[in-house]
């Protein structure tokens, strides 16, 4: 079954804790990104990559990183956490090459006390 | 920022009747998007209008383009409880590497 998957789907954590939101598909996707979900403010961009080795800054990148060394895994990394990161983040995945629909995961609600 | 804006940001309606929704952007776009959102669950990708496009139909799905007014509409037709969820309008600029999300509408289906 096509599918983007990200673990965990739960996470409550502390400030300063470095930790790695994992996310992999299985579609042979080049394109990959992450978002955070917030209430009144719909999906933000985090990071996106267009291919192995590709990363690029969306419009919310300050406290994260991001990685893409596989073309199927995209981790999201929050080296020092903060409780303004606590959120509901999604990874998505598209084909690329001029196509533009999104494959998304089915999130991971993040908290930071 | 690009963010697009739902209107509106919520809306009730009972079991066939028909449901409307709009959004607006800021800048040109390549393309526009709906998603639907159920609860606790990740978006999933319902219709693409590109921007030289005006209309667009999927099933009980119609989408409109107003290029000229930076707005879209979406209407579901003959609603059902299932179609119960966020609806969500997204844009993807030429470079097709960035994709702004509005704020959403839930829509609740009342049986």
């Known amino acids: 079954e096509a599918q983007v998957t990200q673990n965990p789907r739960y996470l409550i954590t502390v400030t300063g804790k470095k930790l790695t939101v994992t996310c992999s598909q299985n579609m042979n996707h080049e394109y990959m990104s992450w978002y955070r979900q917030d209430p009144g403010l719909g999906l933000r961009q985090i990071y996106y990559s267009m291919n192995v080795e590709v990363t690029d800054k969306g419009d919310v990148p300050e406290g994260y990183k991001v990685s893409r060394k596989e073309k199927r895994n995209f981790p999201l990394i929050l080296e020092s956490p903060s409780p303004n990161q606590t959120s509901l983040y999604f990874c998505?995945?598209?084909?690329?090459?001029?196509?533009?629909?999104?494959?998304f995961g089915d999130g991971t609600r993040l908290s930071i006390l | 920022s690009q963010q697009g804006e739902e209107d509106p940001q919520a809306l009730s309606i009972q079991e066939g009747e028909n449901a409307t929704m709009n959004c607006s952007y800021k800048?040109?776009?390549?393309?526009l998007q709906w998603y639907r959102q159920n609860s606790g669950r990740g978006l999933v990708h319902l219709i693409l209008i590109r921007s030289n496009e005006r209309e667009k139909h999927s099933g009980r799905l119609r989408v409109t383009l107003d290029t000229s007014k930076k707005s879209s509409s979406l209407l579901i037709t003959a609603s059902r409880a299932a179609d119960t969820a966020s609806y969500f309008c997204?844009?993807?600029?030429?470079?097709?590497?960035?994709?702004?999300f509005g704020t959403g509408t839930s829509l609740t289906v009342i049986p």
């Open positions: 800048t040109s776009i390549n393309n």
């Open positions: 997204a844009t993807d600029l030429w470079t097709g590497n960035q994709f702004y």
């Open positions: 998505a995945s598209s084909l690329g090459q001029g196509s533009f629909i999104l494959f």
